[in-house]
């Protein structure tokens, strides 16, 4: 008897671990906030979509997370959901490494980039 209910329990709490929500899930911000976090930085290059990657048609949407330190600094970029080419993580990965901030505490931030084709 007591067995069963260890292993109840055990099985209960991984369930619950299970339906917890990942850490590595990209942050949704408000129009509100993003506007506030706009405010915070100092520069902000958009990533290279380089000419081969779009006659290729290389598209796609990804979420990475930026660590800035107390200088403003990106000191580590994060994949939180590949755009599914690497190429394009690593253009993406390149600009979000050039950005500045002002200085101030260190934080985290979470950043959606897409590569999309626009008609002409």
């Known amino acids: 008897m007591l067995r069963l209910l260890v292993l ?12 917890a929500p ?25 990533p290279d979509y380089y000419e081969s990657l779009r006659r290729r048609h290389i598209t796609g949407s990804g979420a990475f997370r930026l660590y800035i330190d107390a200088q403003g600094r990106v000191t580590q970029v994060k994949i939180l959901q590949s755009t599914g080419h690497r190429e394009l993580d690593a253009t993406a990965t390149a600009a979000f490494r050039n950005w500045r901030a002002k200085p101030g505490p260190a934080w985290d931030l979470d950043v959606p980039a897409t590569f999309a084709m626009t008609q002409r």
């Open 8 to 19: 109840s329990l055990l099985l209960a709490s991984l369930t619950r671990l299970a339906a």
């Open 22 to 46: 990942s850490s590595d899930a990209p942050r949704h911000y408000t129009g509100e906030q993003w506007q506030a976090i706009k405010a915070r930085f100092i520069d902000t290059p958009r």
